[in-house]
């Protein structure tokens, strides 16, 4: 991955100062990473983990010796969120459109008409005898929509198979409620480490799973990710994740409250979305770690290009000056497509006939760098050379660790939600 931040507009001297004030949190990284699951960093160890990547595949063999032909992945927030991105990124967001063997569906809100959808597609394939795996994601166990989704279509597959155990793979805390559930009816239960909170779980068996079920190869993904650790742990003058922290921390300081992730490769919107989950829960906080008030964080946007060029543009490049960019594109495409030469079409747009789509991509994206250098607005780029399970997995480390430096900056928790608690609690209260 190429990441130049000739751009960033933040000066070397306010590097170096923010420099002593990291230091000590990549030391926390650093003992993080020599002792597995103990602590709130665990994340960065999954990665590593041979064991889990061993059951994880197992489970994913015996799944596909029954010859599924739908996975529904019902999980919300940081149960699904990293499963959908790496999923659009690596298979397309049309991926079910061409028709592959195994189709993949998400229930994650309960939206009486998404899920009607669902149980619409479902139910042919479970008629015909086929297998349709419920993957149910959730940390805790014991979130509603994640629990009702799964009672609806658990009994929409009792209907139809007797025997239907098999089906059902559950993913959650070791000993949560679900957990138990699932072993006293006999479903196959999958483990997310203690200390490895939703929303930095895409590469644990929340993750790996699906992922790896839909032909993913999800060694590759954590080869990534190990490397992009390793890179992460640097000394913090050549560490990728704690510089991208420095500058967004300089330009929130200096007022620019919003980190707009601007995706050029429409299959990495979803990737966009699970880095908005990562930064707003993560960062947005009401108290910092002494305990005192400071409702501080920053504001997660994503744009898609060039389709937001047509929509948000104006605002970033007119509006006030409140936002610093990070710019991601991708190097090579798996194919190529040209435009036709049509001379009928030569006097509409000048200069397209007879070139690739990427290269026309390219100038979109180097007159919006123009642009936003021309109006003097914050931007980092960084370049992802393909699409591959290998670069995915070292963006998602990226942010991941990214967002721990940016949490001791802000001095906050980075992997607590205690607001999201309250709104979970409250619910089940009412529905009581
Ligand atoms: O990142 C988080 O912790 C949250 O977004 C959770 O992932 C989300 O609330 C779902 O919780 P659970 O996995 O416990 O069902």
Redesign the pocket.
Known sequence: MKINYANSRINAKQIRILEKRLEPERARLIQAAKTEYLDDRASINLCCDKTMMKTVKKIIQLTQSLNPVYLVVV?????N?GSIAVQEAILGKYYNQLRPKLQVLYADTVDTDAMNAVITLITPALKKRKKVILNV???????T??IANFEVLLDVVQKYQTKYADSVVVT?NKNSKLWNLGVEKGFTVLEIPEKV?????VLSP?GLYPLGLLGINISELLKGAFKMRSNCLRPLKSNPAAKLAMILYAHYKQGKTIADLFLFSNGLEGLGKWYR?LIA?SLGKEFNNQNKRINTGITPIVSVGSTDLHSMVQLYLGGPCNEMTMFVDVATNKETIKVPKMNEFNELVPGIQGKSLKVIMDAILQGTLIAFKKTKRPFVTLELANKKPFMIGQFLQLMMMMTMYLGHLLDVNPFD?PN?ETY?IETKRLLK
């Not at 999980?75 to 149960?79: A, N, Q």
């Not at 994601?137 to 979130?143: E, M, N, R």
Request: net charge positive; charged share 20%; no cysteine.
């Open positions: 999980g919300i927030g940081g149960s969120l994601v959730s940390k805790s166990g014991s979130t929509e994640t959650t909170g939703g929303r930095y779980s929340v989950q829960e939600q999201v979970k």
